[in-house]
């Protein structure tokens, strides 16, 4: 069955950095993998983009392996406001030969003082 | 900058009402969405739009519809109400994916359903 698969949660401490890898096998070929961040109340917030290698921009880093099975959001020195639920969206094949833009289950990030 | 509206941020209805949730985008997207969104469940596609009066199931489209008559316009429809349709609905817009640096869906803020 095609999915993305995501830990539930993490925890961390002001200052650290994070990392949530999202893996996703049958991801199509030609698109891109999307990560949002989306706080209690509010509807899910772009943060970064990619379709391969490393991608880096003021909030966050993305690294995709070469095979592009997975995905790692990576969050440097998070501090208290980037305590949030993070979901990955990518455009899977499905055995159908259909294309589904999917989202991961979400990671609800804990940053503790 | 993208806005993405929905029509009410807290609605609570009875059940065998019929209830209308409605998304408006700036942007002139040709992608809408509608999701739902549960704990424990993450992000559910209800239907979604590729243009106006084109529409597409999602993963749980059972006990909805969508009316697209207009491109900036993207309706949710729960033709009669009931107490598991109690949930945030959230509205999305996108242009085409699979294209260069445009796989980026816009969120309108959410609208919490109750079904009573």
């Known amino acids: 069955l095609a999915k993305t698969t995501q830990p539930i949660s993490m925890d961390s401490y002001e200052g650290q950095e994070v990392n949530i890898t999202c893996s996703h096998n049958?991801?199509?070929?030609?698109?891109?993998i999307t990560w949002y961040q989306q706080f209690p109340s509010q509807g899910p917030r772009f943060i970064i983009q990619?379709?391969?290698t490393k991608v880096t921009n003021e909030v966050a880093s993305l690294f995709i392996p070469a095979d592009r099975k997975s995905s790692t959001l990576s969050l440097p020195r998070v501090s208290l406001s980037d305590t949030a639920v993070y979901y990955c969206?990518?455009?899977?094949?499905?055995?159908?030969?259909?294309?589904?833009?999917?989202f991961g289950s979400g990671t609800r990030l804990q940053v503790q003082p | 900058d993208v806005k993405v509206t929905q029509s009410s941020r807290y609605l609570v209805k009875r059940t065998g009402e019929k209830v209308f949730l409605e998304c408006v985008q700036d942007?002139?997207?040709?992608?809408m969405f509608w999701y739902r969104q549960d704990p424990g469940l993450g992000l559910r596609l209800i239907y979604f739009?590729?243009?106006?009066?084109?529409?597409e199931k999602g993963d749980i489209p059972e006990g909805y519809s969508v009316s697209r008559e207009k491109k900036e316009r993207f309706s949710l429809i729960l033709e009669s109400a009931s107490t598991n349709q109690t949930s945030m609905y959230l509205c999305?817009?996108?242009?085409?994916?699979?294209?260069?640096?445009?796989?980026?869906?816009?969120f309108g803020p959410g609208t919490r359903l109750t079904v009573l």
């Open positions: 969206l990518v455009v899977l094949s499905m055995d159908t030969g259909r294309r589904a833009l999917t």
């Open positions: 049958n991801i199509a070929t030609n698109d891109y």
């Open positions: 990619g379709y391969k």
């Open positions: 942007m002139d997207h040709e992608n």
């Open positions: 739009s590729y243009d106006v009066k084109m529409k």
């Open positions: 999305a817009s996108m242009t085409p994916y699979g294209l260069e640096d445009t796989d980026t869906q816009y």
